[in-house]
């Protein structure tokens, strides 16, 4: 099962809005409504701010909004904050019941 | 609250094996399945496995198939990650995280595996 793909960085001044992409497959993002994103600060364990696509648990900003379209689906980070500077990863089920992650992008707050 | 309590870090030699623990406390244990992630140096997340702490089915990445087993004590609420046949590509952070949303997450344990 080949990694999902996210770029490797994405920048954006304060207050701007960016979005990340995770493409995958017709054999997990493309088939299935779960995927989640996770933001990790360094030498922090991940959290989740999207899980099944769109949702945000409870306590995650509403700045965090998620979206899928066909095999690929989109974090978007609005009104960015100095504090959104981290690693972004997304994950998707799959068809053969494993999960796969994305490669992680590094935000970075200009 | 849900939490996920993890054993402390080890160190390893090439060729041995690990086994680290992840204690659930704050929701019925047996609701969710229970994953392992592996955090390697440049390498980004892994998802290694999961176990279903009804049954104790599991699930295993290719990558780790021959070399990982996951399992559940309901009596304690607590998963375990054993590694076998060490390498120092294994030099790594380890978490749980149970359910499909990966909520919350274990703190993490540090793996090194260094002769």
């Known amino acids: 099962q080949s990694a999902l793909t996210q770029p490797a960085s994405v920048s954006g001044s304060p207050g701007q809005s960016i979005t990340i992409s995770c493409t995958g497959t017709?054999?997990?993002?493309?088939?299935?409504?779960?995927v989640n994103w996770f933001q990790q600060h360094p030498g922090k364990a991940p959290k989740v701010l999207i899980y099944?696509?769109?949702k945000r648990p409870s306590g995650i900003s509403n700045r965090f909004s998620g979206s899928k379209s066909g095999t690929t689906a989109s974090l978007i980070i609005s009104g960015l904050q100095a504090d959104d500077e981290a690693r972004y990863y997304c994950?998707?089920?799959?068809?053969?019941?494993?999960?796969?992650f994305g490669g992680g992008t590094k935000v970075t707050v200009l | 609250e849900v939490r996920l309590e993890q054993s402390g870090a080890e160190l390893r030699k090439p060729g041995t094996t690990v086994k680290v623990s992840c204690k659930a406390s704050?929701?019925?244990?047996?609701?969710?399945?229970i994953h392992w992630v592996q955090e390697a140096p440049g390498r980004g997340l892994e998802w290694m496995g999961l176990?279903?702490?009804?049954?104790?089915?599991?699930i295993y990445a290719e990558r780790f198939q021959d070399r990982v087993t996951i399992t559940a004590d309901t009596s304690t609420n607590t998963s375990f990650m054993e590694l076998s046949s060490l390498s120092s590509e294994d030099t790594a952070i380890y978490y749980c995280?149970?359910?499909?949303?990966?909520?919350?997450w274990g703190q993490g344990t540090l793996v090194t595996v260094s002769s």
């Open positions: 704050g929701y019925s244990f047996t609701d969710y399945y």
């Open positions: 017709s054999s997990d993002v493309g088939t299935y409504d779960y």
């Open positions: 176990v279903d702490p009804e049954n104790g089915e599991t």
């Open positions: 994950n998707s089920l799959t068809r053969s019941g494993t999960w796969v």
């Open positions: 099944a696509v769109n």
């Open positions: 995280s149970p359910g499909g949303d990966f909520d919350p």
